[in-house]
T-cell receptor, first 108, second 119 residues
Framework: SFVLSQPPSVSVAPGKTATITCGEV??????VHWYQQKSGQAPVLVIS???DRPSGIPDRFSGSKSGNTATLTISRVEAVDDADYYC???????????FGPGTKVTVL | QVQLVQSETEVQKPGSSVKVSCRAS????????ISWVRQAPGQGLEWMGR????????KYAQPFEGRVKITADRSTRTVFMELSGLTFGDTAVYYC????????????WGQGTLITVSA
C-alpha cells in the first residue's frame, strides 16, 4: 500500500511562493488530492486529482505531479494560508484511502 | 448545499464503545461514500473506513479491523461509526467526509466530534 511522505514544515514570507511535496514510489498511477486544515477546523479540499481547483479556492493554489512526486504550490502567500496541508490518495488495489503526514506552513 | 452534521462531543470510559452519527443534507445520497477520519491531539489525519450508503458496503483500515463498524440508514441519510474497546489512545476528533467516485477525494466534511476517553 501507499506510504506518503511530506516535509514536516515549510516557512514562507508573505507574497512569496510556498512549495509542498508529496512523495511515493507509485504515486504516478493514482490521483493526488490536497487539503488545507486551519487550527481547530475541519479540512478543506484545495486541489483534487493532481491539479483541479474546486470552486471557491483561490487561484493562488495550484497542483502538479511529476514522476514519484506531487506538488502543491501556493503563490503570493497570505497570512490566511497559515495552516496544515495534507496530501491524500486512494489505493485502487486495496480500496483504501491514505493521507500523508501533513506539512505545517508558517507564514512569517 | 451539501452539509454533513455530526453528533456532539462525548466522554467515554476505557473499554466502552461509542457511536457517532453524521447526517447528510443536500446533494445526492447515491454515487457517494462516507468515510470516517480521525485526528488525535496534535497529530495528522487517519482514515478509518468508509461505507457506500446505497449498497451498504463497508471497508476498514487495518488498524481498526474488528473494532469499528460503519453503517448507513438511507431513510434518514445518516451514517454511523461505532468504535469499541476504547483506550486512551482513541481520544481524538472524528470527522465524517463525503467521498466522490470515481475520483476518490473528500469534497465535504463534517464539523468533527471530539471523543475523549477518560477514567
Amino acid at each position: 500500500s501507499f506510504v506518503l511522505s511530506q516535509p514536516p514544515s515549510v516557512s514562507v514570507a508573505p507574497g512569496k511562493t510556498a512549495t509542498i511535496t508529496c512523495g511515493e514510489v507509485n504515486i504516478g498511477n493514482t490521483g493526488v488530492h490536497w487539503y488545507q486544515q486551519k487550527s481547530g477546523q475541519a479540512p478543506v479540499l484545495v486541489i483534487s486529482s493532481d491539479s483541479d481547483r474546486p470552486s471557491g479556492i483561490p487561484d493562488r493554489f495550484s497542483g502538479s505531479k511529476s514522476g514519484n512526486t506531487a506538488t502543491l504550490t501556493i503563490s503570493r502567500v497570505e497570512a490566511v494560508d497559515d495552516a496544515d496541508y495534507y496530501c491524500q490518495v486512494w489505493d485502487g488495489n486495496s480500496d483504501l484511502y491514505v493521507f500523508g503526514p501533513g506539512t505545517k506552513v508558517t507564514v512569517l | 448545499q451539501v452539509q454533513l452534521v455530526q453528533s456532539e462531543t462525548e466522554v467515554q470510559k476505557p473499554g466502552s464503545s461509542v457511536k457517532v452519527s453524521c447526517r447528510a443534507s443536500g446533494g445526492p445520497f447515491t454515487g457517494i461514500s462516507i468515510s470516517w477520519v480521525r485526528q488525535a491531539p496534535g497529530q495528522g489525519l487517519e482514515w478509518m473506513g468508509r461505507v457506500i450508503p446505497i449498497l451498504g458496503l463497508d471497508k476498514y483500515a487495518q488498524p481498526f479491523e474488528g473494532r469499528v463498524k460503519i453503517t448507513a440508514d438511507r431513510s434518514t441519510r445518516t451514517v454511523f461509526m461505532e468504535l469499541s474497546g476504547l483506550t486512551f489512545g482513541d481520544t481524538a476528533v472524528y470527522y465524517c467526509a463525503r467521498g466522490s467516485t470515481p475520483t476518490y477525494f473528500f469534497d465535504y466534511w463534517g464539523q468533527g466530534t471530539l471523543i475523549t476517553v477518560s477514567a
